[in-house]
């Protein structure tokens, strides 16, 4: 499974009038392991939603080399979602095959074993008939990972997948984002924890509306590059001044 | 003895028209019920029960007192009310409560003004319905709503849960969420016409909702729910029609307060979220 690469253009995206992603250009190359590291509000969700085509580009492109939409999987953060809803883990799971089997037609016998293989890959056997809403964060976080293995995307972005989960669960979700790598899927992870990257994502794109740097996580990820992200991130006008930047 | 009071009011055949127009109502309204409350939209529908009434008026108006003129027009001012609500709830990013009490006021008093100018027409009726003169349309009406709202529902079942749970989901998969909702809201306004030819435009909700809401207090899952929901919509259809028989007072404020009355029980001693829950000693397991 080698998808194509996602080639970023010049892209601006705008969050409430102001610059979340700023020019923008560089490319996810195929079967790449990339984390998008940066300061709070440094445009990170907005980039990955900007290539889940759920934000519109102010400027700029984004070529995602002919792949449709459900063959770009999006893993939202944690708390965008309504838990309380009475819905099952396996229905949820299920869910992700949506795009393959439609809103009507039964869901096929091959779908459920492979809702229930995805439960037990996340290690949640026995958990199918469970409601969301009984979950802790960890486990339904576990849950949102079975679904990206059946929608079976051959690119995946990934809000904070690690946020707000113990470090059994991080290491579990890790090993299957790694997983993912070694099949050959293109993968990029919006990340807080700095050691994680180091050690496990080869490739660091680092963001603070503008970018800061973006390569081999050893080049890209100096402390230099830090403190530049985390200043350019800080520095909130009142009255900012209008970007002339030409598009290129 | 038990015979006079439950079956014999069922020997007159306006008891019984009454008893299978609320019958369908109770299949037809508290599924839909059950997911407005999950969707957060319990407000929304009282807004449409207002918003159909400037719809009836000229339907009235222009069709003579045709019920289905009525119904048609209450149909397409709700819809319109319901377009106007989602549209009010994506500008304010979810907090239009304060925009959809405007909506719904000026509904109200619009359908109010256009109905005292018309001849002929009981503002009364038409806001507080009449269960007991339900005739052959108006049981066709119902049944015909019915008919629609519940395979209606079926059929959109599966994406408007998952547009309910996690709508950016939908939409990056390429769902359609908005066509989903909008059918969702068109099934909603049909059901609310449907009451309002039993129940009147002020509690044409009230067999759709109340039970709906009392649901969450019998069951956890939405299957659950929906089959609670049902159930306590034709026991207060039963029983709201017997003690409007029985106490002499008007049947559709009965089914209403019998409704009102099961919800009140169902908060009070319902095996889930209920006081008498909360105050039960919780068992648990050791370690």
């Known amino acids: 499974m080698t998808p194509p690469a996602i080639t970023l253009t010049d892209l601006t995206c705008l969050h409430a009038g102001r610059p979340a992603v700023h020019h923008l250009s560089g490319r996810f190359a195929p079967g790449s392991l990339t984390a998008v590291v940066g300061p709070n509000g440094a445009g990170k969700s907005t980039l990955l939603r900007a290539i889940a085509g759920l934000h519109t580009a102010t400027e700029g492109r984004i070529d995602r080399g002919g792949l449709a939409r459900?063959?770009?999987a999006l893993l939202p953060q944690a708390g965008a979602l309504d838990r309380a809803f009475p819905i099952a883990c396996a229905d949820v799971v299920a869910s992700g095959a949506l795009a393959r089997i439609g809103p009507f037609r039964a869901v096929p016998p091959a779908t459920r074993a492979a809702v229930e293989a995805a439960l037990a890959a996340v290690g949640l056997s026995g958990f199918a008939r469970r409601l969301v809403g009984t979950l802790s964060a960890g486990q339904f976080q576990?849950?949102?990972f079975a679904r990206l293995m059946l929608q079976d995307a051959p690119v995946l972005l990934l809000d904070e997948p690690t946020a707000a989960v113990d470090a059994r669960t991080a290491a579990d979700l890790l090993a299957i984002i790694q997983g993912w790598h070694g099949e050959g899927r293109t993968v990029v992870a919006v990340l807080h924890d700095l050691d994680?990257?180091?050690?496990?994502?080869?490739e660091t794109l680092l963001l603070a509306r503008d970018p800061v740097a973006w390569g081999p996580t050893a080049v890209a990820f100096t402390p230099e590059t830090r403190l530049r992200a985390r200043l350019v991130a800080e520095a909130w006008a009142e009255q900012p001044e209008i970007c002339t930047q030409a598009a290129a | 003895m038990i015979h006079a009071l439950l079956i014999e009011p069922f020997a007159m055949a306006f008891m019984r028209?009454?008893?299978?127009?609320c019958v369908a109502l109770s299949l037809a309204g508290p599924p839909l019920g059950v997911l407005l409350v999950l969707r957060r939209m319990s407000l929304t529908s009282d807004v449409l029960q207002h918003g159909i009434l400037p719809g009836i008026a000229l339907g009235a108006l222009f069709g003579g007192l045709s019920l289905w003129a009525m119904g048609f027009g209450g149909f397409l001012a709700g819809l319109a009310v319901a377009l106007l609500a989602g549209w009010l709830a994506r500008?304010?990013?979810?907090?239009?409560?304060?925009?959809?009490?405007g909506v719904y006021l000026i509904a109200l008093a619009g359908g109010v003004a256009i109905v005292s100018a018309t001849r002929g027409i009981d503002l009364g009726h038409l806001l507080f319905g009449s269960v007991l003169a339900v005739d052959n349309t108006a049981l066709l009406l119902m049944a015909g709503v019915a008919s629609i709202a519940l395979p209606g529902l079926a059929v959109i079942w599966r994406p408007l849960i998952l547009e309910s749970f996690d709508p950016g989901f939908m939409q990056a998969v390429g769902g359609r969420g908005g066509a989903w909702h909008l059918a969702f809201m068109a099934l909603v306004v049909l059901c609310v016409v449907g009451g309002f030819a039993a129940l009147g435009t002020l509690m044409s909700i009230g067999l759709m909702m109340l039970p709906a809401v009392a649901a969450r207090h019998w069951a956890a899952e939405l299957a659950g729910q929906v089959r609670a929901a049902v159930a306590l919509a034709l026991l207060s259809s039963v029983c709201g029609l017997l003690l409007s028989y029985h106490a002499n007072i008007p049947a559709g404020p009965a089914i209403v307060l019998t409704a009102g009355g099961l919800w009140t029980a169902s908060l009070l001693t319902g095996p889930r979220d209920s006081l008498a829950a909360r105050l039960r000693r919780h068992q648990h397991y050791r370690g």
Do not use: H, K, N
């Not at chain 1, 994680?196 to 080869?202: D, H, K």
């Open chain 1, 196 to 202: 994680l990257v180091a050690r496990a994502f080869p």
């Open chain 2, 17 to 21: 028209r009454a008893l299978a127009g």
């Open chain 1, 70 to 72: 459900q063959d770009i």
């Open chain 1, 142 to 144: 576990r849950v949102m």
């Open chain 2, 91 to 101: 500008a304010t990013g979810g907090r239009e409560d304060s925009q959809l009490a």
